[in-house]
């Protein structure tokens, strides 16, 4: 059953892993970001 607690742990490693290899993490989007037009 989810609850918010599971619900939130979840969204955090939702964050940290890459589900494919072209994804990006937080991190790597902030570094990219400013380069987008």
Do not use: C, H, N, V
């Not at 790597?28 to 970001?33: G, L, V």
Request: no cysteine; hydrophobic share 30%.
């Amino acid at each position: 059953m989810w609850t918010e607690q599971s619900r939130g742990r979840m969204a955090q490693i939702a964050k940290k892993t890459k589900r494919y290899p072209s994804d990006l993490t937080d991190e790597e989007w902030d570094q990219f970001a400013p380069l987008m037009p």
